[in-house]
């Protein structure tokens, strides 16, 4: 919550300055005001806790009501909160609380699609780092209320050698034995292939999860048969949701999917003062 907190300061800073020039000049300074948040169309609600704290942080006294748990499928027409208060600080708050909902309610509809698109398949879908600068504990917060899983959080709670990494230490061996010295007991060690030819030395190194990145559907089934569960295999690459079904298909464990978090669309949602 303290990051949550740091980010809405600047967003109010950056949207607010020196001033909300037309409220303070056509609205009474302490008129009191009511208002709604509504779905403009059919969504997976994310985030109606970080849009109480946007208004919350411009007046403690501001009383906001969800009218819908976080997670919950949404009809078009639903209203999610109201929020009660003075009339100038819901509507300077209006923007950034609606940008923060809109977005995270966005990740949140958007994951849902893809796990939906894999139903009855043993697939975990999980996101990215590929988030928003600055808002990543949140974006990852909206893809767990989709029904999505986190992959690591950061480059500081997980062991994932990609290609760079490969390079840089001279091979997949030589990667994950000093990888493996390096780390405590309790971390699994990932590491990116891109060919089939690469598997063996995967398999051989014993890293715990093997990451497919950007392979064809015929080499992702070979390489599940290969490993036969020695290992949990992620599939990663080119996503979307046209390919996720059939990706699925091929027996791989995992689907990590970077559109979750970089290319979601924001959800259509508004505020009216009553």
Not at 117 to 126: D, E, F, L, M, W
């Amino acid at each position: 919550m303290l990051s949550l907190d740091r980010l809405i300061e600047h967003a109010l800073l950056e949207d607010i300055h020196t001033g909300d020039i037309t409220t303070q000049a056509v609205v009474p300074e302490k008129r009191e005001a009511s208002a709604r948040l509504i779905a403009k169309e059919e969504l997976v609600l994310a985030g109606l806790f970080a849009a109480e704290r946007v208004f919350k942080r411009l007046n403690g006294e501001v009383v906001f009501t969800a009218c819908l748990p976080e997670g919950a499928r949404v009809a078009k027409g639903d209203i999610l909160a109201t929020v009660q208060g003075n009339a100038a600080d819901l509507l300077m708050g209006e923007r950034v609380a609606l940008n923060l909902l809109q977005r995270l309610s966005g990740i949140a509809t958007l994951t849902a699609c893809y796990v939906a698109a894999v139903q009855g398949t043993k697939v975990r879908i999980v996101d990215t780092r590929k988030t928003t600068p600055g808002l990543r504990e949140v974006e990852k917060y909206a893809v767990r209320m989709g029904g999505g899983i986190n992959h690591r959080t950061g480059l500081y709670d997980g062991i994932l050698i990609k290609e760079n990494h490969i390079a840089a230490a001279g091979g997949i061996t030589q990667a994950v034995s000093r990888a493996r010295a390096f780390i405590p007991h309790t971390l699994k060690i990932e590491i990116e292939i891109e060919t089939l030819e690469q598997l063996d030395e995967a398999l051989a190194s014993r890293a715990e999860i093997i990451m497919l990145d950007n392979m064809s559907l015929a080499d992702m089934r070979s390489a599940v048969n290969t490993i036969a569960g020695r290992a949990l295999v992620e599939a990663s690459g080119g996503v979307n949701l046209e390919s996720v079904r059939a990706i699925a298909d091929t027996g791989v464990d995992i689907i990590s999917v970077g559109a979750l978090t970089h290319s979601p669309r924001a959800m259509d949602i508004s505020m009216l003062l009553d």
